[in-house]
């Protein structure tokens, strides 16, 4: 399997976006994004389905980020507003098992990006 590449991470003021990528995604399966803050779990953060139809987000990025996937181009979407300074860590992507997204686990995952950090700050 070909190593998933996050790139689009940086640092940002409080209240403004950034997009992240990830490439290549895989046909037939969902995608996820998960973040670690320093000191802190890895916790998911939000997933796509295999043909975008389907979405679901954690509670604290809902209506602020966006996830997409552009299945010709092989690259998922995490676009990202609002920020706010508890949105710093190392943003990871992730493919998962099967065509729906499932819990936000390592069960879940068949393969982890490297990750990228976002860091909100003043």
């Known amino acids: 399997q070909l190593q998933l590449v996050e790139s689009g991470g940086g640092l940002v003021q409080p209240g403004g976006s950034l997009r992240l990528s990830c490439a290549p995604s895989?046909?037939?399966?969902?995608m996820y994004w998960f973040r670690q803050a320093p000191g802190k779990a890895r916790e998911g953060v939000s997933c796509?389905?295999?043909?975008?139809?389907?979405?679901n987000y954690v509670a604290s990025v809902s209506g602020r980020f966006t996830i997409s996937r552009n299945n010709a181009q092989k690259t998922v979407f995490l676009q990202m507003g609002s920020l706010k300074p508890e949105d710093t860590g190392v943003y990871y992507c992730?493919?998962?098992?099967?065509?729906?997204?499932?819990?936000?686990?390592?069960?879940?995952?068949?393969?982890w990006g490297q990750g990228t950090q976002v860091t909100v700050s003043s």
């Open positions: 895989l046909d037939g399966y969902a």
């Open positions: 992730a493919r998962g098992h099967m065509y729906y997204c499932s819990a936000y686990a390592v069960r879940s995952i068949s393969s």
């Open positions: 796509i389905t295999a043909d975008g139809a389907g979405a």
